[in-house]
């Protein structure tokens, strides 16, 4: 049943759009302005990724198949293939309403109306897919039924949406998040770059054994074995006070390790510093950003460089100024200016300035606003897919857990499960736990 799985992790990044357009229709009614560039690229992610994509995907595996297989199915989906038809209609509806308010020929008011008809519209449409669609669905279909539907979701070689389509999606959503505003986004002027490719899963990087820390009597860690294969993702995941943040301060060099060996890169570095460990190429993007307030956005990124030499640094926040253009825009004012999402931005960049073999990224979506929450596993896929070698602690355990190649499950300083992505979302105790299902 992957294919529910697809389903519902697109239906989220439509409701988070749907929150955010909401929000913004509020700030219209409050006197707010309307930035075209931002409804534009909300309007064309739904015209290419909900009518092009998603739509057509259901009506033609899976909403097929369950007609044949359920005489009760035929009323809903009749109602649901009439709102995949119509959509295109809405949205031009809106793209209409957005150039009167923009040029003045109607008020903000009856634009943030329409906005809100067209949500509402878009959530009742996923409640009813979620809440009456999948459950008879998994009910009728068969093994052979599921094996035919999930192979065609699953197609990444497919052009309509296959993994080049994916990754346009997601540079479609990174516009979005890059151009909403400051209150629900990173509001930028202009929108960034999520660059593609794609890099092999190679040999072991980091070997983790026995590790243990403390803090003063109380044992923190408990004997942690892990490792990590270059260009892999690996989720670490568990409740508040789990060993999490810990694990990774350790990895840094930033909490002492008090028993267990850890080999990085073929060589032992149990023992060295926290700076020599970053020298090495173990750069950390810290639970609470820990940006430095005082200093200028371009003086954080440049501290990040500190071990690089002076020629890349230069070119380095080039790279980090394509992907979030709102730190360009800001990158003389005082960091601690920032909202929360632009400083999870910089902690991110400023992590990537060190040129990490290995990136450790703890909490990223800690405190964000719906919207953001979504780019920031958008940025750490786009990261794993440049070959990139990320260690990722979440709380938000179906979210890291379905953009890992592997995971593992702390508990109080222990892990006590392991296996990939996948695995842990499917298995019954770490979804009663952490994803609550």
């Not at 959530?123 to 009910?139: N, S, T």
């Not at 990774?248 to 060099?253: A, E, K, P, Q, V």
């Amino acid at each position: 049943m992957e294919t529910l799985r697809i389903i519902t992790e697109e239906h989220q990044n439509l409701w988070r759009i749907a929150i955010t357009v909401d929000l913004v229709a509020d700030e219209l009614e409050a006197g707010g302005k309307v930035d075209p560039a931002f409804f534009n690229s909300v309007f064309d992610y739904i015209e290419q990724f909900v009518d092009r994509v998603h739509h057509p995907k259901e009506d033609d595996f899976l909403f097929r198949v369950l007609r044949q297989r359920s005489a009760a199915a035929a009323e809903i989906l009749d109602r649901l293939q009439a709102e995949h038809r119509s959509g295109p209609g809405h949205l031009e509806a809106l793209r209409q309403a957005l150039a009167a308010s923009a040029t003045g020929a109607s008020g903000n008011r009856d634009f943030a109306a329409a906005l809100r008809a067209y949500t509402q519209g878009l959530k009742a449409h996923i409640r009813c897919e979620e809440k009456d669609v999948m459950p008879l669905a998994r009910q009728v279909l068969s093994a052979d039924d599921w094996a035919g539907i999930d192979r065609a979701f699953l197609d990444n070689d497919d052009p309509v949406f296959g993994g080049r389509a994916k990754a346009e999606f997601r540079e479609l959503f990174h516009r979005i998040a890059a151009l909403a505003p400051e209150s629900v986004g990173l509001g930028a002027h202009s929108a960034g770059e999520l660059r593609p490719g794609s890099q092999p899963v190679g040999e072991v990087l980091l070997k983790v054994a026995g590790m243990e820390s403390c803090y003063g009597r109380i044992k923190a860690l408990k004997g942690i074995d892990l490792e990590v294969r270059r260009g892999e993702t690996v989720a670490l995941v568990g409740s508040n006070g789990a060993g999490k943040t810990t694990f990774l301060r350790t990895l840094s060099g930033v909490q002492p390790m008090s028993a267990g060996s850890l080999h990085f890169a073929g060589e032992d570095i149990s023992r060295l510093r926290s700076d020599m460990r970053m020298r090495r190429g173990i750069c950390q993007s810290p639970e609470g950003r820990q940006v430095f307030g005082p200093l200028s956005i371009e003086d954080n990124l440049r501290l990040g460089a500190y071990t690089q030499p002076k020629g890349h640094v230069e070119e380095d926040m080039e790279k980090i100024f394509a992907m979030f253009p709102i730190l360009k825009e800001k990158r003389r004012l005082p960091a601690g200016t920032l909202s929360g999402g632009q400083q999870q931005m910089l902690a991110i960049g400023r992590a990537l300035m060190g040129r990490p073999k290995l990136l450790l990224l703890d909490e990223p979506s800690m405190g964000l606003a719906p919207l953001l929450v979504q780019e920031v596993f958008n940025v750490v896929r786009a990261l794993k897919e440049q070959g990139m070698t990320i260690i990722l602690a979440e709380q938000n355990a179906f979210a890291a857990l379905a953009i890992a190649d592997r995971g593992y499950v702390l508990e109080t300083g222990s892990v006590t499960l392991s296996g990939s992505g996948q695995e842990l979302i499917s298995n019954e105790q770490v979804r009663a736990a952490y994803l609550g299902m």
